[in-house]
């Protein structure tokens, strides 16, 4: 049974139908954040999207709990701020 279509709130704060990440698919959100890392060094994804708005903690959390993106290093100025890097399945995810 496909599973079933919920909310999602992308990183510009609108709500669109996705996919439930647990299926293992990422939302629009998750992909655009993850592509983001593929050519930066090591893989860093970015805190902040491309109009300078931070990127939502979901879309961290969720990437990290699938397995997509994995904490990098504490940042000693922001501690609350995740610093993440993407990992091998991440890089797979978001180069397709």
């Not at 510009?12 to 050519?39: E, F, I, N, V, Y």
């Not at 397995?67 to 100025?77: L, M, Q, R, T, V």
């Amino acid at each position: 049974m496909p599973p079933k279509p919920q909310l999602a709130v992308d990183n510009t704060g609108k709500a669109s139908k996705s996919t439930s990440t647990r299926a293992g698919r990422p939302t629009a959100a998750q992909l655009a954040w993850l592509r983001r890392g593929l050519d930066q060094p090591g893989g860093k994804l970015p805190l902040f999207d491309a109009d300078g708005k931070r990127v939502n903690e979901r879309t961290v959390r969720a990437c990290i709990g699938q397995g997509w993106a994995e904490p990098w290093f504490d940042n000693p100025i922001k501690p609350d701020w995740l610093i993440c890097k993407l990992t091998k399945d991440g890089r797979r995810i978001a180069a397709r």
